[in-house]
Antibody, heavy 122, light 107 residues
């Protein structure tokens, strides 16, 4: 059974950093890109970024709203993806979801994690 | 960025009704269009990719169509478990963008 479990969310002050994890099981992690999305309270879905599989260079792509502040990484040995969030702002408050996707990134999104809530507040 | 416009933003329907949701892209996205379902307090669920292909386990009452800029999601016979919010998303061009969502409510 494919599973994705996010962790690391919580209450954080503006300007601080937080790292989210997405632990996976039930599939061959190395073959897939990993995507991050978010959803602000009461709002729609927003793409954050993705990291391609190593076969496609393990490169990343980000939304403009987070580029330069957020970094996505992966540890294939642990089947885990990460979202490092620096200089957090109030508007980063959201539930963050990781998803599995096609190895090239950006497409073929099938399985989602349950999400983890990040609240940026002073 | 490609803008995705869904309509209606909400609708009321009864069990057994045929429901159609439309999604329009601000420019050609070929068939790189996905649909997701989300229930309150839950993670989204992937329904359709490449405009019309159903993900594994998605009931056949769901169908998608369209190419270019105009797309539709159809539920042929609405079931109680289908009351949810539906989102379209394009992945033809970065950044990936979503429609604003369609809330399907019980009449």
């Amino acid at each position: 059974e494919v599973q994705l479990v996010e962790s690391g969310g919580g209450l954080i002050q503006p300007g601080r950093s937080l790292r989210l994890s997405c632990a996976t099981s039930g599939f061959n992690f190395v073959e897939y890109a990993m995507n991050w999305f978010r959803q602000a309270p009461g709002m729609g879905l927003e793409w954050v970024g993705f990291i391609r599989s190593k076969a496609y260079g393990g490169t990343t792509n980000y939304a403009a709203s987070v580029k330069g502040r957020f970094t996505i990484a992966r540890d294939d040995s642990e089947s885990t993806a990460y979202l490092q969030m620096n200089d957090l702002q109030f508007e980063d408050t959201a539930v963050y979801y990781c998803t599995r996707g096609s190895p090239r990134g950006g497409s073929g999104i099938d399985f989602w994690g349950q999400g983890t809530l990040v609240t940026v507040s002073s | 960025d490609i803008q995705m416009t869904q309509s209606p933003s909400s609708l009321s329907a009864s069990v057994g009704d045929r429901v159609t949701i439309t999604c329009r892209a601000s420019q050609n996205i070929n068939n790189y269009l996905a649909w997701f379902q989300q229930k309150p307090g839950k993670a989204p669920r992937s329904l359709i990719y490449e405009s019309y292909s159903l993900h594994s386990g998605v009931p056949s009452r769901f169908s998608g169509s369209g190419f270019g800029t105009d797309f539709t999601l159809t539920i042929s016979s609405l079931q109680p478990e289908d009351f949810a919010t539906y989102y379209c998303q394009q992945y033809n061009t970065y950044p990936l963008t979503f429609g604003g969502g369609t809330n399907v409510e019980i009449k």
